[in-house]
């Protein structure tokens, strides 16, 4: 902050939390200020009893926290999606659970996470960020996906999310059931020419079969998202995989196609360090960019009641943030998904608010590692689309 005298730690040294607060005195106040005077502007200035003058009459910004429209972060709504490339980031919702194959409701999962994401700011204590500050944000609102009809829902799927790509914005994808992990990365393969993408799946599911009941489900993306010559499946790297849910089928996808898979057990006898070196290595192995796909139920069902398939015994919070952190702060990320929160299956929005915490915390470290906000377009990103992606189902 201008005219601020320099920070001095008290006894206690080069803590975590002395780092921290001489970060906050650099960032700067300017999106804040911005918002004031937006909020004045638009929403009116308050009654004349209101002693704080940058209050308008109207909730036109971040507070108060339980008042006006429920976007991502309370981020502008940009209706009009041709625009989209003018931002650093966009939400998209894809409110889709037709491929849900036992507890439906993920297709609340955008509103639910949209509605607590309210309670948070855009600042980060002990990572000295500030989104409103380093970052422009958007939320372009929900696909249309067509209930009971995952093929059509699936091509506007790849459609809605091949525009934001293409547009350079960085998109941030609000399932849904994983069956979206199908469409997302193939409306991001549309626009990498000859590039190659890396996947790297958070899930207690591998994910891989061919179809479930017929169809392609939720329990399917990633047998077909590796059949695009542009998403390579010895670069498909899949942390957290486990217990009673995995089906044999897909096992036997993941040997015969030799992916990449850590258990829990993995990751903590190995420790983060080595797990996240283990994703890169091999999710980055000729490749040009990284997609991360995080299923809310690679955390412990403990911690996210609200999931269609939750499976005790899976990583910790802090063990799942610390991992994806890690991996974004060292990898060219393309994309973000998270999947399978399911409100009407959660307890006081606590799932909700795990994925808030994910998505923010990737953004967060997109910042600090340099990649948002971006400078230019990446090289991996062609605007013509590609009609040929290798794969008949495609």
Not at 20 to 44: K, M, Y
Not at 251 to 271: H, Y
Request: aromatic residues 8%; hydrophobic residues 35%; charged residues 20%.
């Amino acid at each position: 902050m201008t005219g601020s005298p320099p920070f001095q730690p008290p006894d206690g040294g080069d803590t975590e939390a002395n780092r921290a607060l001489a970060r906050e005195a650099q960032l700067p106040l300017t999106g804040w200020q911005q918002e004031v005077d937006r909020g004045l502007e638009f929403g009116l200035e308050a009654a004349d009893s209101i002693r704080d003058r940058s209050i308008p009459t109207f909730s036109r910004g971040e507070l108060p926290h339980y008042a006006g429209i429920n976007t991502f972060l309370k981020a502008p709504y940009l209706e009009d999606v041709r625009e989209v490339g003018n931002y650093d980031v966009a939400i998209v919702g894809v409110p889709h659970d037709s491929g849900t194959t036992y507890r439906p409701g993920t297709r609340f999962g955008p509103q639910g996470i949209r509605r607590i994401s309210a309670l948070y700011t855009p600042y980060n204590f002990e990572l000295g960020v500030d989104l409103r500050e380093q970052i422009t944000l958007c939320d372009v609102g929900d696909i249309f996906t067509i209930p009971a009809n995952n093929e059509k829902s699936f091509d506007q799927i790849s459609r809605g999310v091949a525009h934001v790509f293409a547009s350079g914005a960085f998109p941030i994808i609000l399932g849904g059931d994983h069956s979206i992990g199908f469409p997302t990365v193939r409306g991001v393969c549309r626009h990498l020419g000859d590039k190659k993408v890396g996947i790297i799946h958070f899930d207690r599911h591998v994910d891989t079969q061919e179809t479930d009941l017929d169809e392609r489900m939720h329990t399917c993306p990633w047998f077909h998202a590796t059949n695009m010559k542009n998403a390579p499946a010895k670069n498909l790297v899949q942390l957290g995989i486990g217990g009673w849910q995995v089906p044999r089928p897909g096992v036997k996808v993941c040997r015969d196609r030799a992916t990449n898979i850590l258990t829990v057990t993995d990751i903590t006898e190995m420790g983060i360090d080595a797990a996240v070196e283990f994703a890169l290595e091999r999710a980055l192995d000729g490749t040009d960019c990284v997609y991360i796909s995080f299923d809310i139920d690679c955390i412990d069902a403990g911690f996210v009641p609200g999931t269609g398939w939750p499976e005790p015994g899976g990583l910790l919070p802090r063990e799942a943030l610390a991992l994806l952190g890690k991996i974004v702060g060292r990898a060219p990320v393309c994309g973000l998904e998270i999947v399978e929160v399911s409100p009407p299956f959660d307890i006081s929005d606590v799932t909700s608010l795990m994925a808030t915490r994910v998505i923010c915390d990737a953004m967060a470290h997109l910042v600090l590692s340099g990649q948002l906000p971006r400078r230019e377009r990446p090289g991996y990103i062609h605007t013509e689309p590609q009609p040929d992606l290798g794969s008949d189902w495609v």
